[in-house]
């Protein structure tokens, strides 16, 4: 082989599985270094296409390493967040899912039509649903995070940032390593990761198993059910073939899980006054008028949930990266296809009551391509060129299955017959379909040795077709369509028909950098991204009181834009021992995509119609600051502390929906005032409050450290005759407190400031072949809520919930890390 081909291969090597993304805007870089052997992890990030060290990226990009993923056992998307400012995911559930980003996510709470704000790569391999975030995350190489719209290098337009995630290649050399791990609520996680070739030198694989199985924390009184629990498996396997002048490198995944993780708290009952005063039939009211039962418990942690079944998730993946090489350019080509799937088994009731589930069974199909040409890295002009095509398919089966207590309950009245509803299912078939095409080019003029300026240009053709039909199941008589009718406030069967719409959208990057010295430089940049529209799944008929049609939801919104400016400065001192960087930003979102309440109607008594939909904000706006840093007093200790300021508001949103407690009947006017059809959130923070919306905290921040002290052949009276290291690590991610009720409601509700504490202490050989550790992750045991409400004790209403975050409460454990060959 020639030395040509051999330092071609080398090349590849280093580069094949990269996720290469440009991301406009952005952040500080939160390179959260590990010491070893007196250096610094020198994590390597793609946010340019290149391999590059964080420091040198006059872009902000955070990046998590493998070192610092395995010592602190950082697997699912909640736990990075944690040592990444102002990103903070809510996986409350496989289709609730959602990740912000300075406050934003796009549309949560399950619009299986929509696309998140943050993108999700993986392997170069962009993740559309929501639901493909449902997973552990296991032998990576690397974890980065970037702020700000993106698109102008490679996969799909996002509007506030991304995360890209690479796993490990397979390797040449043969090794198998094996890593297990106890903690309480009787949890027992087991990985296993073999690599080795199959050619020498031509072809290796790659196999990585884990197995998570552990009791859940909240134990359901009904029938001792555990839930919010872990029981979930995956499998990843790779081949990774190596030519003379091309690299081949095939993945193929399956994850699974089937756990209690449909479950929101009950805190407490409906309020007993409305917004202008007069009283207010509560819930347990309610409950008691019409089915004659008493209220059991308002204990979030000790529920009577009634046929709580588990929420069956599936996803399978496969893709192939082959990279090319064309004289001094490299040519890649990334194919992808991706399926998940969701049945879930939703509650009827708390309290032992049968009244009725509402669930969402979802299929996705996935299908990408993606090609680019990349000019070497080094040169004075360094560009990249590609196109990026996309074809997905989502099924969104919405059923409402009605208990032994519909009837009673809907129709408000305890004789009804039980039969009315008990046993029928109302459903939707929401369908929705995406064909996506783009071309982008971005390139990086190096000036001189202090100026560079980097410029990148993205054109998107895109056609967005969606559909919802309804329907009754089990119906026998006409009674019953007239009690699903009163249940679902007139609506039985309809179809909206196909909906179709085409766009053109342009996404740019305009990033200069200037390099003052060794130690500091400065960048800013400008960048517009754009997010298709939304399909609204669920789109519904609006009908009055008599079932007279009054008008269509939209099935289709319309884009999200995304204006970014950013102000950032690298630095670094005392021989790379002092890092820090801090960066301004301020973020217009314009035509933002959310889960709005349509009034504009009234049914023929002059009551207002309110019926949820997908739709648009006018104007948010991201503003704040962000800063990081890592420090090293002495050789193997280092210490890392970051911080964000965000201001999240809504600028033009005159006519969000009002809170339960202002929409009262007619019967409740004050001096003939009725209830808003609208309530302004303009000038307002953005709150958890609000429909499609995570909690903003206004102040958030982390600081940590982790340290190694050599301890010589201490255990050689024990067999082990090799040197031994002591290491430990402590990270705290602090929260300010954080609104999250509707700021114009008269019951405001916070979630206060809170501190989640891991630590963790261990033994390790130098060689890496065995490893302990002990660890405690929420040393404080804080009880994380990210959604509360105040309940609404009218026909459809509810008692007041809350939605704990995916963070379990105190969890201990001990991990031994085996290096089997």
């Not at 078939?429 to 410029?455: C, L, N, Y």
């Not at 804080?782 to 008692?799: D, L, P």
């Amino acid at each position: 082989m020639t030395c040509s081909a051999t330092a071609f291969r080398r090349k590849l090597l280093s580069g094949v599985g990269l996720a290469p993304l440009a991301f406009m805007g952005g952040v500080i870089a939160v390179a959260t270094a590990q010491a070893e052997d007196a250096q610094v992890e020198e994590v390597k990030v793609t946010a340019r296409q290149r391999e590059e060290k964080a420091q040198d990226v006059p872009l902000p990009v955070s990046v998590v390493g493998a070192k610092t993923q395995e010592r602190e056992r950082l697997e699912r998307l909640q736990d990075f967040a944690q040592k990444v400012p102002n990103f903070v995911p809510s996986i409350t559930n496989p289709r609730t899912s959602a990740m912000s980003i300075r406050g934003i996510s796009g549309i949560s709470g399950g619009a299986d039509g929509s696309e998140s704000a943050v993108g999700l790569i993986v392997d170069n391999v962009f993740y559309t649903h929501v639901g493909f975030q449902w997973a552990d995350f296991v032998d990576l190489q690397s974890f980065e995070v970037a702020r700000g719209p993106q698109g102008t290098l490679l996969g799909k337009n996002t509007t506030v940032g991304a995360v890209v995630i690479r796993t490990q290649l397979p390797a040449f050399a043969r090794s198998a390593t094996s890593e297990t791990t106890f903690g309480n609520y009787d949890r027992v996680t087991q990985k296993l990761n073999v690599t080795g070739p199959i050619i020498d030198d031509k072809l290796a694989y790659r196999v990585t198993m884990y197995y998570d199985r552990g009791n859940g924390w909240i134990n359901n009184q009904f029938n001792s059910q555990q839930l919010l629990d872990n029981n979930r498996w995956g499998v990843r396997g790779q081949l990774l073939y190596v030519g003379d002048n091309f690299t081949d490198r095939l993945i193929f995944d399956r994850l699974r899980s089937d756990e209690y993780n449909n479950y929101a708290g009950i805190i407490g009952d409906s309020f007993p006054l409305w917004a202008n005063g007069t009283r207010a039939t509560t819930y347990s009211q309610n409950v008691a008028t019409r089915l004659r039962q008493p209220i059991l418990t308002y204990n979030p942690y000790r529920p009577y949930m009634t046929r709580l079944g588990k929420l069956d998730q599936r996803t399978t993946g496969a893709s192939n990266e082959v990279n090319y090489q064309i004289g001094d350019n490299t040519l890649t080509a990334v194919s992808a296809w991706r399926e998940f799937t969701l049945h879930p088994n939703n509650s009827t009731g708390n309290n032992l009551l049968d009244i009725s589930s509402n669930a969402y069974d979802v299929w996705v199909d996935q299908y990408s391509h993606e090609t680019r040409l990349a000019s070497p890295a080094g040169q004075e002009l360094e560009w990249t060129i590609g196109n990026y095509n996309l074809y997905e398919k989502v099924f969104s089966y919405n059923h409402v299955d009605y208990g032994s207590d519909a009837s009673q309950w809907f129709s408000n009245n305890f004789n009804a017959n039980p039969f009315n509803l008990w046993g029928l299912s109302y459903r939707n078939d929401g369908k929705a379909r995406t064909f996506s095409t783009a071309a982008f080019a971005q390139a990086t003029w190096h000036i001189d040795e202090q100026w560079a300026v980097t410029a990148g240009l993205r054109d998107t053709y895109e056609i967005r077709e969606g559909s919802n039909f309804g329907w009754i199941q089990g119906l026998t008589n006409f009674n019953q369509i007239a009690a699903v009718s009163q249940a679902t406030g007139g609506t039985t069967y309809f179809d909206t028909g196909g909906q179709r719409k085409t766009v053109n959208s342009l996404s740019g990057l305009f990033n200069p950098s200037y390099r003052f010295n060794e130690n500091v430089m400065a960048y800013g940049s400008v960048a517009r991204g754009e997010k298709s529209g939304a399909v609204n799944t669920q789109a519904l008929p609006i009908l009055n009181s008599r079932g007279v049609f009054q008008a269509w939801q939209p099935v289709i919104t319309k884009p999200e834009v995304s204006w970014d400016y950013e102000l950032g400065v690298k630095t670094n001192w005392l021989d790379n021992r002092l890092i820090v960087n801090a960066n301004l930003y301020w973020n217009d979102i314009f035509d933002f995509q959310s889960v709005l309440v349509n009034t504009d109607y009234t049914d023929v008594n002059g009551v207002p119609i309110r019926k949820n939909f997908l739709g648009n904000i006018g104007h948010v706006r991201l503003r704040g600051f962000e800063f990081d840093g890592r420090w090293s007093p002495i050789d193997r200790l280092w210490f890392t502390f970051a911080g964000a300021y965000t201001n999240a508001q809504y600028v033009d949103y005159a006519k969000a929906a009002a809170p339960a407690e202002w929409l009262w009947p007619a019967s409740s006017n004050v001096n003939g005032a009725p209830a808003p059809l609208y309530m302004s959130l303009s000038g307002h923070s953005i709150t958890g409050g609000v429909s499609g919306n995570n909690p903003v905290a206004p102040v958030s921040g982390n600081v940590g450290f982790n340290h190694e002290y050599p301890l010589g052949p201490v255990l050689r009276d024990y067999g082990f005759a090799g040197p031994v290291t002591l290491f430990s690590y402590s990270n705290a991610a602090w929260s300010a407190k954080t609104q999250l009720s509707n700021p114009n409601s008269v019951y405001p509700l916070f979630m206060p400031a809170y501190a989640i504490w891991n630590a963790g202490v261990g033994l390790k050989t130098d060689d890496e072949g065995y490893s302990f550790n002990l660890w405690v992750r929420n040393l404080l045991n804080e009880r994380v809520f990210i959604a509360q409400t105040v309940g609404s004790g009218g026909s459809n209403g509810s008692f007041s919930t809350v939605t704990f975050s995916a963070l379990n409460p105190r969890t201990f454990g001990a991990t031994l890390r085996i290096k089997l060959y």
